[in-house]
């Protein structure tokens, strides 16, 4: 299971969010005609260091920057979207997917207004340390 797949339902099953958002939780973007308050993310980046087996599975120790967005028609609300999002990520462990989690810090978090469809956003980047592992196709 890849990292979006495996954020994917922490984001969505949180009570915090839920309450605000309903299910309206997506990778990548929010599809056309969606209600607001709503949250797209997306994997901005990745840095793995590697380690190799003989087995012919790649393991390595990942660190990747998600960037979440809280889309919202008042500012209010999409602080408050920000404002759960980061109690539910912020420190979070365990694992991710079934993979060893290191760590979930909140790295850069800042607002913005789109003046063309007035609504407002808080933008949200968390770097995400975890276990990927890499398995050769036959």
Known sequence: MGLKEALYPVLL?????????????????????ADLPAIPFTRISTRRQYTYDPYETTDAWATARVQINCWAKTEQKADELGEAVLLCLS???????????????ADNDFDAYD?????????????????DSIQASS
């Open 13 to 33: 099953n949180d009570p915090g969010i839920a309450a605000i958002v309903d299910t309206r939780v997506y990778p990548a973007r929010i599809p056309e005609g």
């Open 91 to 105: 420190g979070y462990g365990s694992t991710i997917g079934g993979e060893p989690l290191g760590s979930v810090m």
């Open 115 to 131: 003046s063309d469809v007035e609504i407002y956003r808080r933008i949200m980047d968390f770097m995400i340390s975890y276990e």
